[in-house]
Structures are given as structure tokens and as C-alpha cells.
């Protein structure tokens, strides 16, 4: 779950790079994708410090986790990402962008 008042983002272009927000800072990654197959490269992130209680804590473990992902699954809305043993590293819920 997230720290309140943050929101975790993730967008994909098509030409092999992931942006987002990790709660506060905006960051960075190149990705590779051959279904189910994906991998991130290591994230850059901006560096602004964040008040509130977990908001760097969370960030930092966004990021990790987004590093340890292998495999990814649709369903519906729902983007799942999982590491190489199965376990869940992310998921996300699609919206429409404003």
C-alpha cells in the first residue's frame, strides 16, 4: 500500500523507457519487453528530499523492487510484475492520462 497523500506512477514508451512518479520524485529506466518478459535497467531518479513520514523509505523500496522485475501480466486494467521466483514486485492500476 501506498503512504498517503503519494501516488506511484509508471508510463511506457515505445521506444524503450519508463518514466514516472515513485511517490515524490520523478524517475527514469530503460526497460526491455518480450511478453511475459520484461526488465528494467537501473531507475534514475530526481533527488528532491520529501516530507512526510515513509515517503523516502517507500521510494526507495519502489525502485528496488522495480529493478528485481521479470515477467509481466495483463489482466484487464491490471498490470502485474513479478520476479523471477513468482513473487509480486509491483502492480499498477491503468488510467486514463489527463
Same mark, same amino acid.
Given at each position: 500500500?501506498?503512504?498517503?497523500? +503519494?501516488?506511484? +506512477?509508471? #508510463?511506457?514508451?515505445?521506444? *524503450?523507457? /519508463?518514466? *514516472?512518479?515513485? *511517490?515524490? =520524485? =520523478? ?7 518480450? #511478453?511475459?518478459?520484461?526488465? !528494467?535497467?537501473?531507475? #534514475? ?5 520529501? #516530507? ?9 523500496? !519502489? ?10 501480466? !495483463? ?10 521466483? *513468482?513473487?509480486? /514486485?509491483?502492480? !499498477? +492500476? ?5
Amino acid at each position: 500500500s501506498l503512504v498517503r497523500g +503519494t501516488t506511484v +506512477t509508471l #508510463a511506457f514508451d515505445a521506444d *524503450g523507457r /519508463a518514466s *514516472g512518479s515513485a *511517490g515524490c =520524485n =520523478n524517475f527514469t529506466a530503460g526497460y526491455e519487453a518480450n #511478453a511475459p518478459k520484461l526488465r !528494467f535497467k537501473a531507475p #534514475a531518479s530526481t533527488r528532491k528530499m520529501c #516530507a512526510g513520514e515513509g515517503v523516502m523509505e517507500q521510494e526507495a523500496a !519502489f525502485l528496488a523492487a522495480l529493478e528485481s522485475v521479470d515477467t509481466m501480466r !495483463f489482466e484487464g486494467d491490471r498490470l502485474e510484475l513479478r520476479q523471477a521466483d *513468482g513473487a509480486l /514486485a509491483l502492480s !499498477f +492500476t491503468r488510467t486514463d492520462p489527463e
